[in-house]
Nanobody, 124 residues
Framework: QVQMVESGGGLVQAGGSLRLSCAAS????????MGWFRRAPGQEHEVVAG????????YYDNSVKGRFTISQDNAKNILYLQLNNLQAEDTAMYSC?????????????????WGPGTQVTVSS
């Protein structure tokens, strides 16, 4: 059974940093993409960052480029998201996700497995 569990969220002042982690387990198939999504109150899920398993190509939404960094520890099956220079508009529930179906585009929101999420709140 696939499990994805996030940690590292919290309350931070504007300009601060957080590091989110996602522990993944139970995969019986190789994944094509791992990604981080976020959902702010009243808004749709959006892909914040993604990383491709074959090429290690990374994708970032324009709103986080230069501030967020996605990385992974393949040996430990842990996905990370470093969040720097956080702003109030980054406040959201952040979830990690994995895509099993083949793709070269990790920005597309068609992921197969999700974690429950970790809340990030930025005070201005």
């Amino acid at each position: 059974q696939v499990q994805m569990v996030e940690s590292g969220g919290g309350l931070v002042q504007a300009g601060g940093s957080l590091r989110l982690s996602c522990a993944a387990s139970g995969f019986t198939k190789s994944w094509s993409c791992m990604g981080w999504f976020r959902r702010a109150p009243g808004q749709e899920h959006e892909v914040v960052a993604g990383i491709h398993s074959g090429s290690d190509t990374v994708y970032y939404d324009n709103s986080v480029k230069g501030r967020f960094t996605i990385s992974q520890d393949n040996a430990k099956n842990i996905l990370y998201l470093q969040l720097n220079n956080l702003q109030a508009e980054d406040t959201a529930m952040y979830s990690c996700a994995a895509r099993i179906s083949p793709t070269s585009d990790c920005s597309a929101p068609h992921y197969n497995y999700w974690g429950p999420g970790t809340q990030v709140t930025v005070s201005s």
